[in-house]
């Protein structure tokens, strides 16, 4: 059982702190549901729920009042307590498949434009809605993202959100490398264009069917990202960047060319993407 009436069917996905199953509804809607499980152990008696299971939790009720079609909603939430151990289940609507499983059964000829531009501004419409309420996802990538049936996109995972305010201190170390914005990478201040940045990958990827950035460590990230929207000057280079500035880290001016494989319409797509990137990046 998932919870009061609710039955596991299979295990669909496994993290550092739990699983995932899909589950049937039991009762007249019979709808189909994910259940995400914690199992977490307690340190000491003083240490309490984790604080990005509670975030996750407050911020799904949050945005929940609003129904945003582009937003997995949360149906419901228990925490259980047994001695040291604590399980938090979670219960969700149930979407077909992330974006990553979607992208690696398309067809070798790639996307269709049209494909391309709803599913961003299906994206680009939850974005848009966390931001006004301003709520900060800080994990977007083609895992966060659901993708229905029906074509709906559903910005879900909100364990790295937070709320933003202006005395907050925000922390480095979050979003996915191949996805992490310039300004996180350099440890430096950073508001809602850390998601714009990797809504930007995102925009690439539907198209290129491959990760745009593809680094390993920070620095190379970095590499990977100034060779493309080259390397920014020295003075606008944050003076408490644990990484020194180096001109050996990209060249000056933005170089679609790098990517040879690329034909005209590529080229034309991934340059309006740059420009995503960039305007992010200024912010």
């Not at 228990?78 to 498949?97: M, N, R």
């Not at 933003?164 to 950073?190: D, F, M």
Request: charged share 20%; glycine share 8%.
């Amino acid at each position: 059982l998932a919870g009061d009436g609710d039955f596991l069917l299979a295990e669909v996905g496994e993290g550092s702190f739990g699983k995932v199953y899909k589950a049937r509804e039991v009762g007249e809607k019979q709808r189909l549901l994910a259940v995400k499980k914690f199992n977490f152990r307690w340190e000491s008696e003083e240490a309490g729920i984790p604080p990005f299971m509670i975030r996750e939790v407050a911020l799904l009720r949050k945005v929940g009042y609003f129904n945003h079609p582009n937003i997995v909603k949360l149906l419901d939430a228990s925490a259980v307590s047994i001695g040291s151990a604590l399980d938090l289940t979670l219960v969700l609507e149930y979407i077909d498949q992330d974006l990553s499983t979607f992208l690696s059964k398309a067809p070798a000829c790639g996307l269709g434009r049209d494909l391309i531009k709803d599913v961003m501004q299906q994206l680009l419409r939850g974005l848009d809605f966390l931001h006004t309420n301003l709520v900060l996802h800080r994990d977007l990538k083609p895992e966060n993202i659901l993708v229905s049936s029906r074509g709906e996109i559903k910005i879900a995972d909100f364990g790295l959100a937070r709320i933003h305010t202006y005395n907050i201190a925000l922390t480095p170390g979050v979003v996915t490398l191949w996805y992490r914005a310039p300004e996180v990478l350099l440890n430096s201040v950073y508001m809602s264009s850390v998601d714009m940045w990797s809504a930007g990958c995102i925009f690439a990827e539907l198209f290129l069917l491959r990760p745009l950035f593809k680094g390993y460590t920070e620095v190379q990230q970095l590499q990977k990202i100034f060779e493309v929207i080259g390397l920014p000057s020295e003075d606008d280079w944050p003076q408490e960047s644990p990484i020194l500035y180096s001109e050996s880290l990209g060249p000056r001016g933005s170089c679609t060319n790098l990517l040879p494989n690329l034909d005209q319409d590529e080229n034309d797509l991934l340059s309006v993407s740059t420009v995503l990137l960039l305007l992010s990046c200024q912010k």
